[in-house]
């Protein structure tokens, strides 16, 4: 049989989808933990926060977040009585020692925990131009180290201002999730270390968990609605002024 | 012709096959080791669970006090290390000082019905740990009276 043009037109698609099977061996597989059986959230229930600081120095404990960069942080909302529309907002150093006493007279104040919101439409994923960034089956927004540029694209595109440019390593850094936590079935650093019980994680595909009942049950809602992110860290409590 | 069209599409194929990582595309488009690489990295913290397994009568304390919810970790800092192997790593000594003001201390943005002192003028001076006991600080169950007035919960 000669191997004609045609012939090896045919010949082709087939042999590069046997030699592709072929590289790619098996999956690997972790051990004790499916990741199809979960989908992470978080439940953050800001009548509860007392802006300790607690959750951002156990998140740069945890993490060895860079001094000066934050995964999580907490601001600081005081609404006067009459400009509902422009709080003032600060996060001195983050909320990580605190804040100072609050001068201001009137209106409402209260303390917001900010962090990535593990959007499962997530934009910063959407711009990676070499797949560096995903969100995994188990609904987790994470950075692969190893192969992100350093671009800065997925920090632009972060409408929630949750990601950095680790000057360290010069690649992007961001929450995990404790994802290294969460597969061995601890709770996140900052979930952990809340002394409040401000921040609790949830799994949204376990029934019986107790933070799920309480996101069916109770009205919360996610940061920025309006952008469609699919958010999944879940406010109780919000006022309307937080961005 | 052929021969070139399948030499060239061979060196894509070996050049694909070197520079694309063998799990990229394993669960989507990245690479799916990163998930493993992640999931590896040691814990910081150990979890209230590892503590309460050896400090059963602080655990015992603290269950019956208004600190029950609050993690040991939240104020020993993180001690996976000393959870692992007890002898390697022991807690440091706690400052009060500044612990118990790090959430107790007045601030108007805290939740109201959240225990708050001025600690100037609440303690004069005098160390949280001198009247409260940190595990289970309300000095009325301590006491044993039946007051409300738990001196965390003071004005």
Not at chain 1, 29 to 40: E, L, R, V
Not at chain 1, 97 to 114: D, I, Q, R, W
Request: aromatic residues 8%.
């Amino acid at each position: 049989m000669t191997l004609t043009r045609r012939r090896l037109l045919y010949l082709l698609p087939a042999a590069a989808i046997a030699w592709d099977s072929l590289i790619a061996g098996t999956p690997e597989t972790a051990p004790n933990y499916n990741m199809t059986d979960h989908w992470w959230g978080l439940l953050i229930d800001v009548t509860k926060c007392i802006g300790c600081g607690t959750c951002v120095n156990a998140c740069q404990a945890e993490n060895n977040v860079p001094e000066g960069y934050y995964r999580t942080w907490v601001e600081r909302y005081h609404v006067s009585d009459w400009n509902f529309e422009n709080p003032q907002v600060d996060s001195p150093e983050g909320g990580k020692h605190g804040f100072p006493a609050l001068e201001k007279e009137g209106g409402k104040s209260f303390y917001v925990p900010k962090m990535c919101n593990h959007c499962a439409d997530s934009p910063c994923t959407q711009v990676c131009p070499v797949g560096a960034t995903f969100v995994s089956p188990d609904g987790v927004v994470l950075v692969d180290q190893k192969y992100c540029l350093g671009c800065r694209y997925c920090i632009q595109a972060c409408p929630y201002g949750c990601r950095f440019l680790n000057p360290e390593t010069n690649t992007a850094s961001k929450c995990t999730l404790c994802y290294h936590r969460i597969t061995k079935g601890l709770t996140t650093a900052c979930c952990e270390t809340c002394p409040t019980g401000t921040r609790q994680l949830v799994d949204l595909k376990n029934p019986n968990d107790p933070v799920h009942k309480f996101i069916e049950t109770h009205s919360v809602q996610v940061l920025k609605p309006h952008l469609a992110t699919q958010a999944k860290a879940f406010y109780y409590g919000l006022d309307g002024s937080v961005r | 012709m052929a021969a070139v069209f399948a030499a060239g599409i061979l060196s894509f194929l070996l050049a694909r096959s070197i520079f694309v990582p063998k799990s990229f595309g394993q669960y989507g488009h990245y690479r799916g080791a990163a998930l493993q690489e992640i999931a590896a990295r040691p814990i910081t913290f150990a979890g209230h669970d590892a503590c309460e397994s050896c400090h059963t009568d602080v655990q015992e304390t603290k269950s019956k006090g208004v600190h029950a919810p609050v993690a040991c970790e939240s104020c020993h800092g993180p001690l996976a290390k000393h959870a692992d192997d007890p002898t390697a790593l022991q807690p440091p000594k706690m400052d009060v000082a500044v612990l118990c003001v790090r959430c107790h201390e007045a601030n108007k943005a805290k939740p109201k019905s959240f225990p708050q002192v001025v600690s100037a003028d609440h303690s004069g001076g005098v160390v949280c740990n001198t009247c409260h006991q940190p595990h289970s600080p309300r000095i009325a169950e301590a006491a044993g009276t039946n007051g409300d007035t738990s001196s965390g919960g003071g004005q």
